[in-house]
């Protein structure tokens, strides 16, 4: 039997069918989430298809150790990393890491993650409108409020 991973999503692959449209497959999934670690959209695209501002999802820590984000962990064949990888631009654009997330039922679960490198990230950057309603089409998955806040990130276009 092959090996499981899991890979934790956190911007447009939370979208079930988003994730399926780049070739991928998961096992199971389960929504999770991350203490001390907010969404941003500041990493710089290699192409920003002449929107300027463009910010691509990305996470990092919290200035101070507060609050929590939510995503999606997918259970899956490690044959998908590869295209994990691709899509994300590892190693040039993001860097794989482990970390542990917390369950529904507050189990620690390690799960793998890109982040972007500190060289590819921008201040002043904001998502578009496009990486938005993918985001939207996934509210389900998201309480309430933070669906809410997400929804209210100014856009670049």
């Given at each position: 039997m092959a090996d499981v991973v899991n890979f934790f999503a956190y911007g447009e692959l939370i979208n079930e069918d988003f994730f399926k449209e780049q070739g991928l497959e998961y096992i199971t999934k389960t929504s999770v989430t991350l203490s001390a670690w907010r969404l941003v959209f500041n990493k710089i695209p290699i192409d920003n298809g002449g929107i300027e501002n463009l910010g691509l999802a990305n996470i990092e820590p919290t200035n101070?150790?507060?609050?929590?984000?939510?995503?999606?962990l997918y259970?899956?064949?490690e044959k998908h990393i590869p295209k994990l990888d691709?899509?994300?631009?590892?190693?040039?654009?993001?860097?794989?890491?482990?970390?542990?997330?917390?369950?529904?039922?507050?189990?620690?679960?390690s799960g793998?993650?890109?982040?972007?490198?500190?060289?590819?990230?921008?201040?002043?950057?904001?998502p578009n409108k496009a990486a938005l309603k993918i985001l939207k089409k996934a509210k389900k998955l998201f309480p309430m409020l933070y669906f809410s806040r997400l929804m209210n990130t100014p856009t670049c276009d």
């Open positions: 101070d150790n507060a609050g929590m984000m939510h995503g999606e259970a899956m064949d691709e899509y994300f631009g590892h190693p040039n654009e993001y860097q794989r890491k482990v970390l542990r997330f917390n369950r529904h039922d507050f189990i620690l679960i793998l993650t890109y982040i972007a490198r500190p060289d590819k990230i921008g201040t002043k950057l904001k």
